[in-house]
């Protein structure tokens, strides 16, 4: 049987309404189409257990926002991207207090190296509260992959939140697409945190308001997509016939696109800046391109 994987609950709800040969509103699921700053954005809100259970995935919010248009080099299309993800985040965080912002993942492996990246755009103030008293507090944190640890990404940030004692935690991964066109053109935000590696099937402890103990926000970008789910895509697109995909070799493997070294790049930046506004909002962006530099 085919196994199709993805982080998103945007794709959740689409493979939910094309197995169930539908549009109809799902129970327990309000899902809707939009836009901001110019990018189509698809929002859904998983009401209650009956949503959890059709959508596998926890209530809450999640925010989708197509940026295939940062491939297509837009007009203005990267400052649009991070004004986007920073109009997006502000809702999400607590007004005040301190934030510590933790990037996932691998960095010594492109496609996970998202969430590492990311932190080379944050703008971390904690240290320079004298210095710069009208900044929000921010720290930062790298959270190692368990093989090269011997830690849990959850207990890495247990450990920072303990000491900083942030009002929230917003936690930065690589994430798992079910279409190829997903593959670095979708930003999904989430107020419902995380679980580390589920969408490649390797699921970790989760990263969440009941585990930490306060408000986790999350950002991601899908940069893999399984070979099962790929083939199926390709062989639709063809007009092929789905049942031969029962006989797919190659299962457990994932593919990403040739161009990922400069793709994850931009989007790591594009994430670190939007969330600085987000917390930062009386900066702009050249405010942050010198502050960075």
């Known amino acids: 049987m085919l196994t199709i994987r993805t982080d998103l609950a945007a794709e959740a709800h689409q493979l939910w309404q094309e197995n169930a040969g539908q549009t109809t509103r799902l129970p327990g699921v309000l899902a809707r189409d939009g836009e901001?700053?110019?990018f189509p954005l698809t929002r859904v809100e998983i009401l209650d257990g009956q949503g959890e259970?059709?959508?596998?995935?926890?209530?809450?919010?999640?925010?989708?926002?197509d940026v295939s248009a940062l491939w297509r080099r837009e007009e203005n299309v990267f400052q649009r991207a991070v004004r986007a993800v920073a109009s997006l985040l502000r809702p999400l965080l607590p007004e005040e207090g301190p934030v510590l912002?933790?990037?996932l993942g691998n960095p010594a492996m492109t496609p996970d190296a998202l969430g590492p990246r990311m932190l080379d755009h944050l703008l971390v103030t904690r240290h320079l509260r004298e210095v710069l008293p009208g900044f929000r507090s921010v720290a930062g944190i790298g959270a190692g992959v368990l093989g090269s640890t011997g830690m849990e990404a959850a207990e890495w940030i247990r450990g920072a939140a303990d000491h900083v004692k942030p009002e929230a935690v917003v936690v930065a991964d690589a994430l798992a697409a079910r279409s190829l066109d997903r593959l670095c053109s979708s930003i999904q935000i989430s107020d419902t945190g995380l679980i580390p590696g589920s969408g490649v099937?390797?699921?970790?402890?989760?990263?969440?308001?009941?585990?930490?103990?306060?408000?986790?926000?999350?950002?991601?970008?899908?940069t893999v997509v399984s070979v099962e789910t790929a083939a199926r895509d390709l062989l639709t697109q063809?007009?092929?016939?789905e049942a031969r995909l029962s006989r797919l070799q190659g299962k457990g493997l994932f593919v990403t696109p040739d161009s990922i070294d400069a793709r994850v790049r931009e989007l790591a930046k594009v994430l670190g800046y939007g969330l600085d506004l987000a917390l930062q909002p009386a900066l702009e962006i050249e405010d942050l391109e010198a502050l960075l530099a």
């Open 36 to 38: 901001e700053e110019g």
């Open 53 to 65: 259970a059709a959508l596998g995935k926890p209530q809450g919010i999640y925010l989708t926002l």
């Open 101 to 103: 912002a933790a990037g």
């Open 201 to 222: 099937g390797n699921h970790r402890l989760a990263l969440n308001r009941e585990g930490l103990g306060i408000p986790v926000i999350s950002v991601g970008v899908p």
């Open 238 to 241: 063809a007009g092929g016939d």
